[in-house]
């Protein structure tokens, strides 16, 4: 099975 | 007070026809580096940021930065008004919470205004580091169209890998599996026909097919798409705008468990 990840898991809030 | 003139107006129609299924509502933001936006999707699964740098416009006033909440299928709606060769002009006031579009045929014997309302959209600005990639794919952005649409008639995720070898495709359903290699192949003539591989080490990433097909709807505004993955990344997946700047699609990978 594979996980969908969110994006803001690799970019950071500015 | 903003004043942007876009000669080539049907750039603007193919950039909102390119996004609005992704991405319903956004702010655009108008500074003296350019027109600009950066948006997730409802899931925050994919982020799409577009530049049109200041210098692409024929005319281009932003007295001082201002950032405009649009419904992206409202601008598109108006946007379908202007025929494919008028000039788009946007025009914008501080303190008002209206935007219009100027339409004006080549002749200039039609003149067009339509103001559109502007909302309060409270969004989420992601910083996006500049990064190395793994590997950078330059291909056909039709051929690359082709892959996706294919393939999301088999499976719902493909799995794109760059080897030595070439890229490859691959995807899996109730069907059956496909799996497609674009080998390196460089055309002197047409440059634009060529699929470049730059590759530093092997990649290989999951992603939902969805999310690629709505990407490719921007393969009007140019002929070559460049896939930019790494293990540790999202996916990039650009589209240069003509001497005005691009659309970059991310897209956070599937992993497995």
New interface residues.
């Given amino acids: 099975d594979t996980r969908q990840f969110e994006i803001k898991t690799y970019f950071s809030k500015k | 007070m903003l004043e942007l003139r876009l000669i080539q107006g049907s750039l603007l129609k193919k950039v909102l026809e390119a996004i609005k299924d992704l991405v319903t509502e956004a702010n655009f933001d108008c500074s003296a580096t350019g027109f600009s936006l950066q948006a997730?999707d409802s899931?925050?699964?994919?982020?799409v940021a577009l530049l049109l740098r200041s210098e692409g416009f024929d005319h281009y006033r932003c007295d001082r930065n201002l950032s405009m909440g649009i419904n992206l299928n409202n601008m598109s709606k108006m946007l379908r008004c202007a025929g494919p060769e008028d000039i788009i002009t946007i025009k914008g006031d501080d303190g008002t919470d209206t935007v219009t579009f100027m339409f004006e045929s080549q002749k200039q014997d039609k003149i067009s205004d339509f103001e559109m309302k502007l909302m309060d959209i409270d969004s989420?600005?992601?910083?996006?580091?500049d990064a190395e990639y793994q590997a950078i794919v330059r291909m056909p952005s039709a051929e690359f169209a082709r892959i996706c649409k294919d393939l999301g008639s088999i499976g719902d995720?493909v799995v794109i890998s760059v080897t030595k070898e070439g890229v490859k495709f691959f995807t899996r359903g109730d069907v059956g599996s496909a799996n497609i290699v674009c080998r390196q192949n460089t055309s002197v003539d047409k440059p634009e026909d060529s699929t470049v591989i730059e590759m530093n080490e092997p990649v290989s990433l999951?992603f939902?097919l969805r999310y690629m097909n709505s990407f490719t709807k921007a393969t009007t505004l140019s002929e070559v798409v460049t896939i930019s993955l790494s293990s540790?990344?999202?996916v990039v997946v650009e589209y240069k705008i003509a001497e005005m700047g691009y659309i970059r699609f991310?897209?956070?990978?599937?992993?497995?468990?």
Avoid: F, Q, R, W
């Fill in positions: 997730m899931s925050h699964v994919a982020l989420e600005h992601l910083g996006i580091p995720t999951t939902a540790e990344l999202p991310y897209l956070a990978p599937k992993i497995e468990d």
